[in-house]
């Protein structure tokens, strides 16, 4: 499926059937992944203050951060209760009130979270030394394959390739998640084809050999 997050999709169909809503399922898995993005992306944003020169010499950093941020913003806003009263204001009838009706209850089951604060800061915690957890990977995986770079910058450039994963242009992110490698890896005198490498190492053979596990896992639970 189309980004890196794909397969969210069959998760929300899954959670579904316990949640008996699909839109409350997406809810919760939406707002698992925002977390865990603005994790990452507070990651990237902190890091780059200290490496203001990599962060210059990279297109990619800094283009990404700003999208980043302008993304940041307009989930801010999408949950700000101007938008909740403009959503209020919509038409129920027809599609328009259909659609309208199936986003306010999104919307809904999301700021619900800020009544239960302990198990939301719960899970950002979880979610904080999960991607902590990402990032070594990442970097245990390059250090794996001869690539010399501090892990410090680790922190910066793997938040800013996830976050251009999440755009809808290739199936899984496939190609897109490459050429931001060989952009990133070339700052650092890495060839072309090891940055591919680290590529289908940590992001493809590791995840095919999980998701294999996985399926194993869903079909046997049928």
Same mark, same amino acid.
Request: glycine share 10%; charged share 15%; aromatic share 12%.
């Given at each position: #499926?189309?980004?890196? +997050? ?11 059937? +316990? ?7 997406t809810a919760v ?11 990452? +992306? ?26 980043? #941020?302008?993304? $940041? ?7 700000? %209760? %101007? ?52 990032? #070594? ?24 390739? #996830?976050? $251009?994963?999440?755009? %809808? ?10 050429s931001a490698y060989?952009?990133?890896?070339? +700052? ?35």
């Amino acid at each position: #499926l189309p980004t890196r +997050f794909g397969g969210d999709v069959v998760r929300i169909w899954d959670g579904s059937k +316990f949640s008996r809503s699909l839109v409350k399922s997406t809810a919760v898995v939406v707002v698992e992944r925002v977390t865990g993005l603005i994790i990452l +992306f507070l990651f990237a944003l902190t890091v780059s203050l200290f490496r203001l020169d990599m962060a210059r010499r990279i297109p990619v950093v800094w283009v990404s951060l700003l999208v980043g #941020l302008a993304g $940041l913003l307009a989930a801010a806003f999408f949950l700000s %209760p %101007p938008a909740g009263r403009f959503l209020a204001r919509l038409s129920d009838r027809g599609w328009v009130g259909r659609l309208s009706s199936k986003v306010r209850g999104f919307r809904d089951v999301v700021v619900s979270y800020r009544r239960k604060p302990g198990p939301f800061f719960l899970a950002l915690g979880w979610a904080l030394a999960l991607q902590v957890n990402v990032i #070594l990977y990442y970097f245990l995986i390059g250090h794996a394959l001869g690539m010399r770079v501090p892990l410090l910058d680790y922190f910066i450039f793997i938040p800013i390739v #996830l976050l $251009l994963q999440t755009i %809808p242009l290739t199936i899984g992110g496939l190609g897109l998640r490459e050429s931001a490698y060989v952009a990133v890896f070339r +700052f650092y005198g890495v060839a072309a084809e090891t940055a591919v490498s680290f590529s289908l190492v940590a992001d493809v053979a590791v995840g095919l050999a999980v998701g294999l596990i996985g399926g194993i896992i869903y079909v046997t639970r049928k």
